[in-house]
C-alpha cells in the first residue's frame, strides 16, 4: 500500500518546507516538492504541520510502586500516547524483588508489553544491587535484547551508593549503554520527610520542601562527576526540574564534559508548586522531583532555547486520584509519586512553546522527536522525516484551539493535571508506520500492533 501525504508545511529538527511524503511498505520512500504517484492514496496536508511522531523515552506503565500499581498498562498508556501523537516510547522498569537478576524485569516486562502496546516500545532496565554477576548481564542484555540503557536511582529504597554507581558507570562506558540516573539527595530528603512527618506538617505543600531543589543539584553534580572519573561514562540524567540543578548542567557544558544528555519533562516547563497549596487536590501533583516556581520554569525554557536541554518527556506515571493518591489525604509521604502527561505533551509543547515563541518548530522536534531517539539508540528509525526511516508522523492543525479536560483523554487514569489549559495546535491525525492510528482524537489502531525495538548504541556511547 502507497501513501502521499501532500502539501504540508513539514517539519524536520533543521526547517520547515512545504512538500510531500511518500509512503511505501510502512517507511517514508521519499520526500519532494511536488511528488506524484498515481496509485497511492492520497492525505491532503495543506494548512497542517507534518511533523515526526514524537518519542517519549520516560514513562512508567503498568508500574509497580510499593503498595500501589499505575493504573495504564501497556494498553491504555500506549492508547493515550498515540492520541497526544507519541509513537515511541522507552518504558522504564520498576523494581523487581530484592537480589533478583536484570534478565528478571526484563522478563516481566515483555509479559506486560508484548501484545498489549498499540506503539512501537522499548525498555529501560532497572539496576537495584551491583555485584559481578549483574555488571556481566548488562551485556549480555544489550547484545541480546537491545537494551542499551539502565536506570539508576540516588534516592528510594533500591538506590545505588556511590561506589556501587560508578561500578557501573565504568562498566557501561567500557560496553558502550547509557546509564540514566533519578538524581536527588537520599539523606537530605529522608531527614526533611521525617522532621516534617513528626512535626504534623503533612499537607501536600510540605512535598516540595521536603525535596527541595538543591537536592537535586548536589546529587546532579556528583553524578557528573562520578560519570567523569569513569572516563566520561554515557549518562543520561532523567527529569530536571529546578534552576539549581541546571547550574550543574551548565558548569559541565561550560567545562566541555563529554557524553552526557539532560531531560527535562512538561510539567517543570508549565505547572509550579503552587498546585500544592490546596490540600485535596495537591495531591495530583505529588511527584518526585516536585514541582518547582517560576523562576525555574523560566530557567529551563531558557535552557531549551539555548540547546543546553535535550529532551522533554513526561516521566508518565499515572495513580487514580479518588483512589491511590488519596493514600497521601492524612500524610503526602504516604501519597504514591507520578502523575498522567503521556497524551498532553506534544499540544502543550506546542502552545505554550512553539506558538508562544519559547522555542522553534524545528526545536520542537529536536526535542520530542530527534534527540530521544538518537540518545537510545533509535535514530534514524524513529524521531525524523527521512528516506528509509518509519513512516511515524503526526499532522498538526496549528490555527485550532481546544481546552484540555480529562473527558478528552484516553488514559485509564480519573484527572489531568492540566484541566482546564487552553491550547493552540490540535493533532488530526497519527500515523505509525504508515498506518493512520489516531484521527480527530479518535483511535483507530488495534491492540498489539505496536513492535518490540531491540535498541543500537546512543550516540553517546559512540
Same mark, same amino acid.
Not at 439 to 454: A, P, S
Given at each position: 500500500?502507497?501513501?502521499?501525504?501532500?502539501?504540508?508545511?513539514?517539519?524536520?529538527?533543521?526547517?520547515?518546507?512545504?512538500?510531500?511524503?511518500?509512503?511505501?511498505?510502512?517507511?517514508?520512500?521519499?520526500?519532494?516538492?511536488?511528488?506524484?504517484?498515481?496509485?497511492?492514496?492520497?492525505?491532503?496536508?495543506? &494548512?497542517?504541520?507534518?511533523?515526526? &511522531?514524537?518519542?517519549?523515552?520516560?514513562?512508567? =506503565?503498568?508500574?509497580?510502586?510499593?503498595?500501589?500499581?499505575?493504573?495504564?498498562?501497556?494498553?491504555?498508556?500506549?492508547?493515550?500516547?498515540?492520541?497526544?501523537?507519541?509513537?515511541?516510547?522507552?518504558?522504564?522498569?520498576?523494581?523487581?524483588?530484592?537480589?533478583?537478576?536484570?534478565?528478571?524485569?526484563?522478563?516481566?516486562?515483555?509479559?506486560?508489553?508484548?501484545?498489549?502496546?498499540?506503539?512501537?516500545?522499548?525498555?529501560? &532496565?532497572?539496576?537495584?544491587?551491583?555485584?559481578?554477576?549483574?555488571?556481566?548481564?548488562?551485556?549480555?542484555?544489550?547484545?541480546?535484547?537491545?537494551?542499551?540503557?539502565?536506570?539508576?536511582?540516588?534516592?528510594?529504597?533500591?538506590?545505588?551508593?556511590?561506589?556501587?554507581?560508578?561500578?557501573?558507570?565504568?562498566?557501561?562506558?567500557?560496553?558502550?549503554?547509557?546509564?540514566?540516573?533519578?538524581?536527588?539527595?537520599?539523606?537530605?530528603?529522608?531527614?526533611?520527610?521525617?522532621?516534617?512527618?513528626?512535626?504534623?506538617?503533612?499537607?501536600?505543600?510540605?512535598?516540595?520542601?521536603?525535596?527541595?531543589?538543591?537536592?537535586?543539584?548536589?546529587?546532579?553534580?556528583?553524578?557528573?562527576?562520578?560519570?567523569?572519573?569513569?572516563?566520561?561514562?554515557?549518562?543520561?540524567?532523567?527529569?530536571?526540574?529546578?534552576?539549581?540543578?541546571?547550574?550543574?548542567?551548565?558548569?559541565?557544558?561550560?567545562?566541555?564534559?563529554?557524553?552526557?544528555?539532560?531531560?527535562?519533562?512538561?510539567?517543570?516547563?508549565?505547572?509550579?508548586?503552587?498546585?500544592?497549596?490546596?490540600?485535596?487536590?495537591?495531591?495530583?501533583?505529588?511527584?518526585?522531583?516536585?514541582?518547582?516556581?517560576?523562576?525555574?520554569?523560566?530557567?529551563?525554557?531558557?535552557?531549551?532555547?539555548?540547546?543546553?536541554?535535550?529532551?522533554?518527556?513526561?516521566?508518565?506515571?499515572?495513580?487514580?486520584?479518588?483512589?491511590?493518591?488519596?493514600?497521601?489525604?492524612?500524610?503526602?509521604?504516604?501519597?504514591?509519586?507520578?502523575?498522567?502527561?503521556?497524551?498532553?505533551?506534544?499540544?502543550?509543547?506546542?502552545?505554550?512553546?512553539?506558538?508562544?515563541?519559547?522555542?522553534?518548530?524545528?526545536?520542537?522536534?529536536?526535542?520530542?522527536?530527534?534527540?530521544?531517539?538518537?540518545?537510545?539508540?533509535?535514530?534514524?528509525?524513529?524521531?525524523?522525516?527521512?528516506?528509509?526511516?518509519?513512516?511515524?508522523?503526526?499532522?498538526?492543525?496549528?490555527?485550532?484551539?481546544?481546552?484540555?479536560?480529562?473527558?478528552? =483523554?484516553?488514559?485509564?487514569?480519573?484527572?489531568?493535571?492540566?484541566?482546564?489549559?487552553?491550547?493552540? &495546535?490540535?493533532?488530526?491525525?497519527?500515523?505509525?508506520?504508515?498506518?493512520?492510528?489516531?484521527?480527530?482524537?479518535?483511535?483507530?489502531?488495534?491492540?498489539?500492533?505496536?513492535?518490540?525495538?531491540?535498541?543500537?548504541?546512543?550516540?553517546?556511547?559512540?
Amino acid at each position: 500500500m502507497k501513501l502521499l501525504v501532500k502539501n504540508g508545511m513539514i517539519a524536520t529538527e533543521s526547517q520547515v518546507f512545504q512538500g510531500d511524503i511518500l509512503i511505501e511498505d510502512e517507511k517514508i520512500k521519499s520526500i519532494g516538492t511536488v511528488l506524484e504517484e498515481p496509485d497511492a492514496e492520497v492525505i491532503d496536508a495543506t &494548512g497542517r504541520y507534518v511533523i515526526p &511522531g514524537g518519542v517519549d523515552v520516560h514513562t512508567h =506503565m503498568d508500574l509497580q510502586a510499593g503498595k500501589y500499581r499505575a493504573v495504564d498498562d501497556f494498553y491504555d498508556g500506549t492508547v493515550a500516547a498515540a492520541c497526544g501523537g507519541t509513537t515511541t516510547i522507552v518504558d522504564h522498569m520498576a523494581f523487581g524483588p530484592k537480589g533478583c537478576s536484570l534478565w528478571h524485569q526484563v522478563e516481566e516486562y515483555h509479559r506486560l508489553a508484548d501484545g498489549k502496546s498499540v506503539i512501537d516500545y522499548g525498555f529501560h &532496565g532497572v539496576i537495584q544491587h551491583v555485584n559481578a554477576s549483574i555488571l556481566g548481564e548488562m551485556k549480555e542484555i544489550a547484545e541480546n535484547d537491545g537494551i542499551t540503557s539502565f536506570k539508576v536511582y540516588t534516592t528510594y529504597d533500591d538506590m545505588l551508593t556511590d561506589d556501587e554507581i560508578f561500578q557501573v558507570l565504568k562498566e557501561a562506558k567500557k560496553d558502550g549503554i547509557v546509564i540514566a540516573v533519578h538524581c536527588e539527595n537520599d539523606g537530605v530528603i529522608n531527614y526533611l520527610r521525617k522532621t516534617y512527618r513528626e512535626s504534623g506538617c503533612t499537607e501536600p505543600k510540605y512535598h516540595p520542601l521536603s525535596r527541595p531543589a538543591r537536592c537535586e543539584a548536589e546529587a546532579v553534580d556528583r553524578l557528573l562527576h562520578l560519570a567523569a572519573m569513569a572516563g566520561d561514562a554515557p549518562l543520561y540524567i532523567v527529569h530536571l526540574s529546578s534552576k539549581e540543578g541546571l547550574m550543574e548542567v551548565m558548569k559541565a557544558r561550560a567545562s566541555h564534559q563529554k557524553n552526557f544528555a539532560v531531560e527535562t519533562c512538561t510539567q517543570y516547563l508549565t505547572l509550579t508548586d503552587e498546585m500544592y497549596e490546596d490540600p485535596k487536590e495537591g495531591l495530583k501533583a505529588i511527584m518526585s522531583p516536585p514541582l518547582r516556581k517560576k523562576e525555574d520554569q523560566d530557567a529551563l525554557w531558557q535552557a531549551l532555547k539555548d540547546g543546553v536541554i535535550d529532551v522533554v518527556a513526561t516521566d508518565h506515571c499515572p495513580f487514580h486520584f479518588g483512589k491511590e493518591k488519596q493514600a497521601g489525604a492524612q500524610d503526602f509521604t504516604a501519597c504514591p509519586n507520578g502523575a498522567p502527561g503521556v497524551e498532553e505533551r506534544m499540544r502543550i509543547l506546542f502552545s505554550e512553546g512553539v506558538m508562544k515563541g519559547r522555542i522553534t518548530l524545528p526545536q520542537l522536534v529536536q526535542y520530542l522527536c530527534m534527540n530521544p531517539s538518537r540518545m537510545y539508540g533509535l535514530y534514524p528509525q524513529k524521531g525524523t522525516l527521512l528516506p528509509g526511516s518509519d513512516a511515524d508522523l503526526i499532522l498538526l492543525n496549528p490555527e485550532k484551539e481546544r481546552i484540555l479536560t480529562h473527558a478528552d =483523554m484516553h488514559s485509564a487514569v480519573d484527572y489531568t493535571c492540566y484541566e482546564g489549559m487552553a491550547v493552540k &495546535g490540535e493533532i488530526e491525525l497519527v500515523m505509525q508506520r504508515g498506518h493512520v492510528i489516531v484521527k480527530e482524537n479518535q483511535f483507530l489502531g488495534k491492540k498489539g500492533d505496536g513492535k518490540y525495538l531491540k535498541r543500537h548504541k546512543s550516540v553517546l556511547a559512540e
